[in-house]
Antibody
Framework: QVQLQESGSGLVKPSETLSLTCAVS??????????WSWIRQPPGKGLEWIGY???????FYIPSLQSRVTISADGSKNLFSLQMKYVTAADTAVYYC?????????????WGHGTLVSVSS | DIQMTQSPSSLSASVGDRVTITCRAS??????LNWYQQKPGKAPKLLIF???NLHTGVPSRFSGSGSGTDFSLTISSLQPEDIATYYC?????????FGQGTRLDLK
């Protein structure tokens, strides 16, 4: 059974860096056929896809966040990570990691439970 | 970028009702369309991929249709456990995107 588990800083100060990790079990992030994404959901709002990393390390970020976001992976630990610089209150959200079939995101068949990140001084 | 617009934004229905939610893409996305169900405090769950393919374990009362720019999700007979928010998602090209969601309540 594939499982994803987010962890990281739950409270971040404005202008600082948000760091989250997604630990994957039941599947290898280095094996082909899948990609690994971060998706966020501000309180009471809809889903926003942030970007992904492929099994080979290729990445893509949405244009509105491209200058502030980095997604990386550690195959030896079977986890992938999200870093977001210069956060503001608008970045307060539940952050989900998810697996997608395909070398580029296709449909998200496994999701983490989500972790709430609040940006506040 | 392709925008996805769902309608209605919210919907009230009774148990046993047939419910339809629509999703419109800002340009032709062929059949590159998925649907998710999200219950409060939970992660979204995949319902349907490629317009009309039910994900493993999804009840057959759920169905999807459409192509090009107009798509729909139908629940043939609403059950209490179907109360949730539903999202469409395209993957025609990057960046992929979700619709804004349709909240389904019991009347």
């Amino acid at each position: 059974q594939v499982q994803l588990q987010e962890s990281g800083s739950g409270l971040v100060k404005p202008s600082e860096t948000l760091s989250l990790t997604c630990a994957v079990s039941g599947a290898s992030i280095s094996s082909g056929g899948y990609s690994w994404s971060w998706i966020r959901q501000p309180p009471g709002k809809g889903l926003e896809w942030i970007g992904y990393i492929s099994h080979s390390g290729s990445t893509f970020y949405i244009p509105s966040l491209q200058s502030r976001v980095t997604i990386s992976a550690d195959g030896s630990k079977n986890l992938f990570s999200l870093q977001m610089k210069y956060v503001t209150a608008a970045d307060t959200a539940v952050y989900y990691c998810a697996r997608s079939r395909g070398t580029q995101p296709y449909y998200f068949d496994y999701w983490g439970h989500g972790t709430l990140v609040s940006v506040s001084s | 970028d392709i925008q996805m617009t769902q309608s209605p934004s919210s919907l009230s229905a009774s148990v046993g009702d047939r419910v339809t939610i629509t999703c419109r893409a800002s340009r032709d996305i062929s059949n590159y369309l998925n649907w998710y169900q999200q219950k409060p405090g939970k992660a979204p769950k995949l319902l349907i991929f490629d317009v009309n393919n039910l994900h493993t374990g999804v009840p057959s009362r759920f169905s999807g249709s459409g192509s090009g720019t107009d798509f729909s999700l139908t629940i043939s007979s609403l059950q209490p456990e179907d109360i949730a928010t539903y999202y469409c998602q395209h993957y025609d090209l990057l960046p992929l995107a979700f619709g804004q969601g349709t909240r389904l309540d019991l009347k």
